[in-house]
């Protein structure tokens, strides 16, 4: 293991050597305060911590740039806190790749609102806690799947997001994994259902019974690979390395075959979707992602695969019956997640499947809007760093929060019409096709 890692790296090394600093996109070595700070916005550092002693830190952009809608004090005289929470591997990193004209959480901010990153437990931000190593060799940091980002990352996130605003609820924002943490709060802790305003879910995540991804094939052997890493002392995976995505970084940048092999890595796993995929950003992208979690939430969704179910973290019969009474592991009641749910999803994800959202969306009580992006391409990475999420996904989220507090300006959206017969089609529907290229510009509306 040790020489195959040793043999990446001095491919890369022998690779990049003739590169010079100038070649080097510098914004691989910031971090998301330095590019928060780089591009206008400013930002605040706060940190949470959980009912089990995580430590967990929250990206806070309070305002929009100067010249940016509602960035003005005098302007926006209550900002709606939202909660923006990244997808598997990712960080609050995810929300800021892009220009602030592009960036989902820059697009936010400058609109408006008051906006906050999360990290959910085992990243980057997200990697101490009160008594327990990370680095330990018992492990027991890296004790923790997806269940328990749900049932205390997000309430804690909540809590103290609310208590800093003085406000009662928020609106939250998820991501791939960030929509499972949604689902799995709310499910198990029906209580916080009033804390939410609206969720948005972009290519939600619940049962993943039918993804297309190269993953589905490894979900057989989780629950030896997963053993098998306990005993080699392996608890955490793919954590960030600064050193080497700054190898890949120039990697990428050296030879075009290269970069295409990069780019077409995240296809692979999400669906490919050359077209809406920015190249420019892919060094930076790659400088903060993968940014770790734990092994045992890797197994967690490999257990999804084969059962077909969103259920709770499967032990073995003995473990389970001293957890939950019961030899298998109970599923999460859906009907719990009471809060108004909007689902975005898009045909060519191979991680959130149409047929896994569709049977999501038919479990959820109170599902407002469940919206096929109008591009076939669309996939999972899309959502966050497609070249047209400022047109197909960002408006849509802005727009259906204003509707009550800017109805004036809303009166055209989707959103805020979903039973309007123009728009009825794009609920699961067929997507429109004007301005030549297949769908409305969303910004039109704002």
Same mark, same amino acid.
């Given at each position: 293991?040790?020489?195959?890692?040793?043999?990446?790296?001095?491919?890369?090394?022998?690779?990049?050597?003739?590169?010079?600093?100038?070649?080097?996109?510098?914004?691989?070595?910031?971090?998301?305060?330095?590019?928060?700070?780089?591009?206008?916005?400013?930002?605040?550092?706060?940190?949470?911590?959980?009912?089990?002693?995580?430590?967990?830190?929250?990206?806070?952009?309070?305002?929009?740039?100067?010249?940016?809608?509602?960035?003005?004090?005098?302007?926006?005289?209550?900002?709606?806190?939202?909660?923006?929470?990244?997808?598997?591997?990712?960080?609050?990193?995810?929300?800021?790749?892009?220009?602030?004209?592009?960036?989902?959480?820059?697009?936010?901010?400058?609109?408006?609102?008051?906006?906050?990153?999360?990290?959910?437990?085992?990243?980057?931000?997200?990697?101490?806690?009160?008594?327990?190593?990370?680095?330990?060799?018992?492990?027991?940091?890296?004790?923790?799947?997806?269940?328990?980002?749900?049932?205390?990352?997000?309430?804690?996130?909540?809590?103290?997001?609310?208590?800093?605003?003085?406000?009662?609820?928020?609106?939250?924002?998820?991501?791939?994994?960030?929509?499972?943490?949604?689902?799995?709060?709310?499910?198990?802790?029906?209580?916080?259902?009033?804390?939410?305003?609206?969720?948005?879910?972009?290519?939600?995540?619940?049962?993943?019974?039918?993804?297309?991804?190269?993953?589905?094939?490894?979900?057989?052997?989780?629950?030896?690979? *997963?053993?098998?890493?306990?005993?080699?002392? =392996?608890?955490?995976? /793919?954590?960030?390395? #600064?050193?080497?995505? @700054?190898? %890949?970084?120039?990697?990428?940048?050296?030879?075009?075959?290269?970069?295409?092999?990069?780019?077409?890595?995240?296809?692979?796993?999400?669906?490919?979707?050359?077209?809406?995929?920015?190249?420019?950003?892919?060094?930076?992208?790659?400088?903060?992602?993968?940014?770790?979690?734990?092994?045992?939430?890797?197994?967690?969704?490999?257990?999804?695969?084969?059962?077909?179910?969103?259920?709770?973290?499967?032990?073995?019969?003995? *473990?389970?019956?001293?957890?939950?009474?019961? =030899?298998?592991?109970? /599923?999460?009641?859906? #009907?719990?997640?009471? @809060?108004? %749910?909007?689902?975005?999803?898009?045909?060519?994800?191979?991680?959130?499947?149409?047929?896994?959202?569709?049977?999501?969306?038919?479990?959820?009580?109170?599902?407002?809007?469940?919206?096929?992006?109008?591009?076939?391409?669309?996939?999972?990475?899309?959502?966050?760093?497609?070249?047209?999420?400022?047109?197909?996904?960002?408006?849509?989220?802005?727009?259906?929060?204003?509707?009550?507090?800017?109805?004036?300006?809303?009166?055209?959206?989707?959103?805020?019409?979903?039973?309007?017969?123009?728009? /009825?089609?794009?609920?699961?529907?067929?997507?429109?096709? %004007?301005?030549?290229?297949?769908?409305?510009?969303?910004?039109?509306?704002?």
């Amino acid at each position: 293991m040790m020489g195959g890692q040793a043999g990446s790296v001095l491919f890369l090394f022998l690779l990049t050597s003739g590169l010079t600093d100038g070649d080097i996109n510098p914004d691989i070595y910031l971090d998301v305060p330095g590019l928060i700070t780089k591009y206008g916005f400013p930002v605040e550092t706060h940190i949470v911590q959980t009912e089990d002693g995580y430590l967990l830190t929250l990206h806070r952009i309070p305002h929009g740039r100067a010249g940016g809608t509602g960035q003005d004090q005098n302007q926006v005289v209550t900002r709606d806190p939202v909660l923006m929470q990244h997808g598997l591997l990712s960080s609050s990193s995810c929300w800021i790749m892009g220009a602030p004209e592009k960036a989902p959480a820059y697009m936010m901010a400058d609109a408006g609102y008051d906006v906050w990153l999360g990290n959910a437990r085992g990243n980057t931000y997200a990697r101490n806690h009160t008594t327990l190593n990370p680095d330990g060799k018992d492990g027991k940091f890296w004790d923790f799947s997806w269940d328990e980002m749900g049932r205390f990352d997000v309430p804690a996130m909540i809590d103290y997001i609310l208590a800093q605003t003085g406000h009662t609820s928020l609106y939250y924002v998820g991501h791939s994994m960030g929509t499972t943490m949604f689902f799995t709060a709310m499910a198990v802790r029906p209580e916080y259902n009033s804390k939410v305003k609206a969720m948005f879910g972009l290519g939600p995540v619940a049962t993943v019974k039918n993804i297309r991804s190269p993953i589905r094939y490894l979900a057989p052997l989780a629950s030896e690979m *997963e053993e098998l890493l306990f005993l080699l002392g =392996r608890y955490e995976f /793919l954590p960030h390395s #600064k050193e080497f995505t @700054a190898w %890949v970084e120039k990697a990428c940048a050296a030879q075009k075959y290269v970069e295409l092999m990069c780019m077409n890595s995240l296809f692979l796993l999400t669906g490919f979707d050359q077209a809406e995929f920015n190249m420019t950003w892919l060094p930076v992208i790659l400088a903060n992602n993968p940014a770790g979690t734990s092994v045992r939430t890797i197994a967690h969704y490999a257990q999804g695969v084969e059962s077909g179910k969103f259920q709770h973290f499967d032990f073995g019969a003995r *473990e389970n019956m001293r957890r939950y009474h019961q =030899r298998v592991p109970p /599923l999460y009641n859906l #009907k719990n997640v009471v @809060a108004p %749910v909007g689902l975005l999803w898009g045909v060519n994800d191979y991680l959130a499947d149409p047929k896994d959202v569709a049977r999501l969306a038919a479990g959820l009580p109170h599902v407002v809007h469940d919206v096929r992006m109008p591009r076939p391409a669309f996939n999972h990475i899309d959502f966050i760093w497609g070249i047209d999420a400022d047109k197909l996904v960002v408006p849509f989220l802005i727009c259906w929060q204003r509707r009550k507090d800017m109805p004036d300006r809303c009166n055209s959206c989707p959103a805020c019409t979903p039973r309007d017969e123009q728009w /009825l089609q794009y609920d699961r529907g067929q997507a429109l096709t %004007v301005s030549g290229k297949g769908y409305e510009p969303w910004t039109s509306w704002l």
